[in-house]
């Protein structure tokens, strides 16, 4: 059977769909034990319907000892007893069915925590059946005899990404944290037992997955030092037989159901994408490129990023994609801080319009989009004051290399943190002004500090003001819904070199839509193609032939 095609394009449920990601630990909770749960997401189905939302995204619900927040998983086939149980997840599956909306879930599979079986197996001896499914080298020894880790890849989360294992002398690799040893992909076995549990989630009814950091695949077995000139990112995610792998997944599992897939793919190039997204080597739907995101980074620091910036990169992305590669558009999520501080305005006067130009730019760009919990509420960063409120395993490994070492001093990292931290994205959802903002029981305690501004931002007022940032998502969606020109409409930058208006053109056919967006707080003039059209939505009232601060508008020409 052939995929029907629309302007050259295939057509896919997946490329019309918006994405809603939900931190489950963050979300609701049911049980007032502090920490969300299945249940609780079950009991907040109808706010997502209303919203719009196609499909949801669960990050890792799996048994995990949550050295990294699930990240880490136990057991493929468990639910996080902190979450609940599997008939909670049949529960939640089922609603999410019966409102019509889709389910994927996080696929963790380039490493494991070391409390899986296969771990524990594995370590036990060099002949252990298990020994080959992670990646054990013996040290190198220096000239002067001292004795290193097997090369000079560092974790993610600070320190070598070798760890010397006591019981048999070797190494083994976790390009995260210790207790997240990497898996072997070039043993076949290893790839059956991923392959399988995806059937397992499959055959339940989920409708794909979120694949974490899936490039970090495949490794070069020789383990070569990152030479000074070279990138650490880019070479894990480069690996020799990344393609093959994705490409024997697909035809092995994938291929066989109604699904779809999106792979993190950070150290992969925008140039880079295609070969692992190009329909035609069936291997992903679509990847994250961390190019927009990360604009405002500068390794772990943060930079001041500009609009000229953002711009040239939606553009790169649209002219390396072209028609048989698909795209995905988000700006936030577990690991970043929250969408209006990092790319809007989060003072009290613009907070809320920043945010709606955000939401426009997000659901008219081509491409899926991915939005984070929350952000339909304008939930800002929490003011973290000392590194033991933090609770990310990233930022304290950090701390305890870097400053308690004192390569880098306590003032400078808490400022820097206070900007980048991934605990900004997961202090819990703001739902009411009652304690705890409803996100637990008022005698509970929440695993991570609530942002005391749930007193005025929060659902529940979101959804009585008809101007929340909430209505204006929910406009936004029912109108992506019923234009496919968002969709799959070509895409033109009307303005690439203005520092702080972003207008485009998304045109199918005989449709063509202008948007408008201003990043600033100034007044600028608009093209007068911009005042023949007719306004499909606007962020304000007050339209006149020029946009003023943080405007949106929509125009049908
Ligand atoms: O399962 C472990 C984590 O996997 C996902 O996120 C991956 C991490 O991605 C980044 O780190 C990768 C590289 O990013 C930059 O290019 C740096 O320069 C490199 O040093 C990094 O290796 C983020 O910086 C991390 O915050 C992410 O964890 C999941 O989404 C995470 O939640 C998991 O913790």
Same mark, same amino acid.
């Given at each position: 059977?052939?995929?029907?095609?629309?302007?050259?394009?295939?057509?896919?449920?997946?490329?019309?769909?918006?994405?809603?990601?939900?931190?489950?630990?963050?979300?609701?909770?049911?049980?007032?034990?502090?920490?969300?749960?299945?249940?609780?997401?079950?009991?907040?189905?109808?706010?997502?319907?209303?919203?719009?939302?196609?499909?949801?995204?669960?990050?890792?619900?799996?048994?995990?000892?949550?050295?990294?927040?699930?990240?880490?998983?136990?057991?493929?086939?468990?639910?996080?007893?902190?979450?609940?149980?599997?008939?909670?997840?049949?529960?939640?599956?089922?609603?999410?069915?019966?409102?019509?909306?889709?389910?994927?879930?996080?696929?963790?599979?380039?490493?494991?925590?070391?409390?899986?079986?296969?771990?524990?197996?594995?370590?036990?001896?060099?002949?252990?059946?298990?020994?080959?499914?992670?990646?054990?080298?013996?040290?190198?020894?220096?000239?002067?005899?001292?004795?290193?880790?097997?090369?000079?890849?560092?974790?993610?989360?600070?320190?070598?990404?070798?760890?010397?294992?006591?019981?048999?002398?070797?190494?083994?690799?976790?390009?995260?944290?210790?207790?997240?040893?990497?898996? /072997? $992909?070039?043993?076949?076995?290893?790839? !059956?037992?991923?392959?399988?549990?995806? #059937?397992?989630?499959?055959?339940? *009814? %989920?409708?794909?997955?979120?694949?974490?950091?899936?490039?970090?695949?495949?490794?070069?077995?020789?383990?070569?030092?990152?030479?000074?000139?070279?990138?650490?990112?880019?070479?894990?995610?480069?690996?020799?037989?990344?393609?093959?792998?994705?490409?024997?997944?697909?035809?092995?599992?994938?291929?066989?159901?109604?699904?779809?897939?999106?792979?993190?793919?950070?150290?992969?190039?925008?140039?880079?994408?295609?070969?692992?997204?190009?329909?035609?080597?069936?291997?992903?739907?679509?990847?994250?490129?961390?190019?927009?995101?990360?604009?405002?980074?500068?390794?772990? /620091? $943060?930079?001041?990023?500009?609009?000229? !910036?953002?711009?040239?990169?939606?553009? #790169?992305?649209?002219?390396?994609? *072209? %028609?048989?590669?698909?795209?995905?558009?988000?700006?936030?999520?577990?690991?970043?801080?929250?969408?209006?501080?990092?790319?809007?305005?989060?003072?009290?006067?613009?907070?809320?319009?920043?945010?709606?130009?955000?939401?426009?730019?997000?659901?008219?760009?081509?491409?899926?989009?991915?939005?984070?919990?929350?952000?339909?509420?304008?939930?800002?960063?929490?003011?973290?004051?000392?590194?033991?409120?933090?609770?990310?395993?990233?930022?304290?490994?950090?701390?305890?290399?870097?400053?308690?070492?004192?390569?880098?001093?306590?003032?400078?990292?808490?400022?820097?943190?206070?900007?980048?931290?991934?605990?900004?994205?997961?202090?819990?959802?703001?739902?009411?002004?009652?304690?705890?903002?409803?996100?637990?029981?008022?005698?509970?305690?929440?695993?991570?500090?609530?942002?005391?501004?749930?007193?005025?931002?929060?659902?529940?007022?979101?959804?009585?003001?008809?101007?929340?940032?909430?209505?204006?998502?929910?406009?936004?969606?029912?109108?992506?819904?019923?234009?496919?020109?968002?969709?799959?409409?070509?895409?033109?930058?009307?303005?690439?070199?203005?520092?702080?208006?972003?207008?485009?053109?998304?045109?199918?056919?005989?449709?063509?839509?202008?948007?408008?967006?201003?990043?600033?707080?100034?007044?600028?003039?608009?093209?007068?193609?911009?005042?023949?059209?007719?306004?499909?939505?606007?962020?304000?009232?007050?339209?006149?032939?020029?946009?003023?601060?943080?405007?949106?508008?929509?125009?049908?020409?």
């Amino acid at each position: 059977m052939h995929d029907e095609l629309i302007y050259g394009q295939t057509k896919h449920w997946w490329k019309e769909s918006v994405v809603y990601q939900i931190y489950p630990r963050s979300f609701q909770d049911s049980n007032g034990d502090g920490i969300g749960d299945l249940p609780g997401i079950t009991s907040r189905l109808d706010y997502l319907r209303d919203l719009g939302v196609d499909v949801i995204w669960l990050s890792p619900h799996y048994d995990s000892p949550n050295a990294d927040n699930g990240y880490d998983i136990r057991d493929y086939r468990k639910v996080m007893r902190e979450f609940g149980t599997m008939q909670d997840f049949d529960a939640l599956l089922a609603g999410i069915k019966q409102r019509g909306m889709r389910l994927i879930v996080d696929l963790v599979a380039n490493h494991t925590s070391d409390e899986h079986v296969w771990f524990i197996e594995s370590r036990k001896s060099r002949d252990n059946p298990y020994r080959d499914y992670y990646l054990w080298r013996p040290g190198k020894i220096a000239a002067n005899g001292a004795e290193l880790p097997p090369n000079n890849f560092g974790s993610a989360f600070s320190g070598s990404a070798w760890t010397k294992d006591k019981g048999t002398g070797e190494y083994y690799l976790h390009l995260f944290a210790e207790k997240q040893p990497d898996l /072997n $992909w070039d043993n076949p076995a290893v790839r !059956e037992e991923i392959y399988s549990t995806m #059937r397992f989630w499959l055959d339940k *009814g %989920v409708d794909g997955f979120r694949m974490d950091v899936i490039p970090f695949i495949s490794k070069d077995a020789t383990f070569p030092d990152v030479l000074p000139n070279e990138s650490q990112v880019h070479i894990n995610a480069n690996g020799p037989h990344l393609q093959e792998y994705l490409q024997e997944m697909n035809r092995e599992v994938l291929s066989k159901y109604d699904c779809m897939t999106v792979g993190e793919a950070h150290g992969i190039t925008i140039e880079e994408t295609p070969t692992l997204v190009d329909e035609r080597r069936h291997e992903l739907n679509m990847i994250f490129n961390f190019d927009a995101v990360r604009l405002n980074r500068d390794g772990r /620091n $943060w930079r001041q990023w500009k609009l000229t !910036e953002l711009k040239a990169i939606y553009a #790169r992305q649209y002219e390396a994609l *072209g %028609v048989h590669s698909w795209n995905t558009i988000f700006l936030a999520n577990h690991d970043n801080p929250r969408l209006v501080n990092a790319f809007g305005d989060d003072s009290d006067a613009y907070r809320v319009a920043s945010a709606k130009v955000l939401a426009t730019m997000l659901l008219t760009l081509k491409g899926t989009a991915y939005l984070y919990q929350g952000d339909e509420l304008g939930m800002t960063n929490y003011r973290f004051r000392s590194i033991e409120e933090y609770d990310d395993i990233e930022a304290k490994n950090a701390w305890k290399f870097d400053v308690l070492t004192g390569k880098e001093t306590a003032e400078h990292y808490l400022d820097n943190l206070a900007r980048v931290s991934r605990d900004h994205a997961r202090t819990p959802m703001q739902w009411d002004d009652s304690p705890h903002a409803g996100f637990t029981s008022p005698d509970a305690k929440p695993w991570l500090a609530v942002n005391p501004n749930y007193t005025t931002i929060n659902a529940a007022d979101a959804r009585r003001d008809q101007d929340s940032i909430y209505h204006y998502m929910q406009q936004l969606l029912r109108l992506r819904k019923q234009t496919l020109a968002f969709v799959y409409g070509d895409y033109e930058d009307l303005a690439p070199e203005h520092p702080s208006l972003f207008l485009y053109a998304r045109t199918l056919g005989e449709e063509r839509f202008l948007v408008a967006l201003n990043f600033s707080r100034e007044t600028f003039a608009l093209p007068d193609e911009f005042s023949k059209g007719q306004i499909v939505l606007a962020n304000t009232a007050s339209i006149s032939s020029e946009l003023g601060a943080w405007e949106s508008r929509i125009v049908l020409a």
